[in-house]
T-cell receptor, first 114, second 112 residues
Framework: DQQVKQNSPSLSVQEGRISILNCDYTNSMFDYFLWYKKYPAEGPTFLISISSIKDKNEDGRFTVFLNKSAKHLSLHIVPSQPGDSAVYFCAAWNYGGSQGNLIFGKGTKLSVKP | EAGVTQSPTHLIKTRGQQATLRCSPISGHTSVYWYQQALGLGLQFLLWYDEGEERNRGNFPPRFSGRQFPNYSSELNVNALELEDSALYLC???????????FGDGTRLSIL
């Protein structure tokens, strides 16, 4: 049973426009969420995170929104650039648990067209 | 500051053999995590080591094992290799009990 779901395998956006990547989770114990970006032949790179006590976190062109009641988060990239083309993974963590590991979605491949 | 390093980059084995993958964490990080990314799937958690101890393991058979050395580097061992073990194996490190985890570039394991 997938606890973290990214229902869109791919997304295509024009350069300069907004990219919105979505992520849903089922486990209400998750209280910290992260987004990673992955280029081919490289490991995932940490992008941005959000704690469940917040509903928004910004870092430059990247903003993550969290809707706890809907168990939904989204990553907004504004403006999108061709260098943003990569696979984006949503990940969740139970801070209060003892597991330590992250639970990942399957990823969304973003293509930003010039 | 050096990131997480993994070796080898690629590893080719045949069914039934054993594979050893290595990981060096970021300096100061004591926690090391191993993940498997099979084709078309997300990252699946394998093992978590901290201060030389196995803290948690994912839903993988016992032939997946590992260890963490006093310098916090880690090994992942996979015994009795099966075709389905072909995947990208990623190592990550973090300060204990905290996020984010920082990943290496992975070892691509191919089973023939």
């Amino acid at each position: 049973d997938q606890q973290v779901k990214q229902n869109s395998p791919s997304l295509s956006v024009q350069e300069g426009r907004i990219s919105i990547l979505n992520c849903d989770y089922t486990n209400s114990m998750f209280d910290y969420f992260l987004w990673y970006k992955k280029y081919p032949a490289e490991g995932p790179t940490f992008l941005i995170s959000i704690s469940s006590i917040k509903d928004k976190n910004e870092d430059g062109r990247f903003t993550v929104f969290l809707n706890k009641s809907a168990k939904h988060l989204s990553l907004h990239i504004v403006p999108s650039q061709p260098g943003d083309s990569a696979v984006y993974f949503c990940a969740a963590w139970n801070y209060g648990g003892s597991q330590g590991n992250l639970i990942f979605g399957k990823g969304t491949k973003l293509s930003v067209k010039p | 500051e050096a990131g997480v390093t993994q070796s080898p980059t690629h590893l080719i084995k045949t069914r039934g053999q054993q594979a050893t993958l290595r990981c060096s964490p970021i300096s100061g990080h004591t926690s090391v995590y191993w993940y498997q990314q099979a084709l078309g799937l997300g990252l699946q958690f394998l093992l978590w080591y901290d201060e030389g101890e196995e803290r948690n393991r994912g839903n993988f058979p016992p032939r997946f094992s590992g260890r963490q050395f006093p310098n916090y580097s880690s090994e992942l061992n996979v015994n009795a290799l099966e075709l389905e073990d072909s995947a990208l194996y990623l190592c990550a490190s973090s300060l204990v009990g905290s996020q984010p985890q920082h990943f290496g570039d992975g070892t691509r394991l191919s089973i023939l």
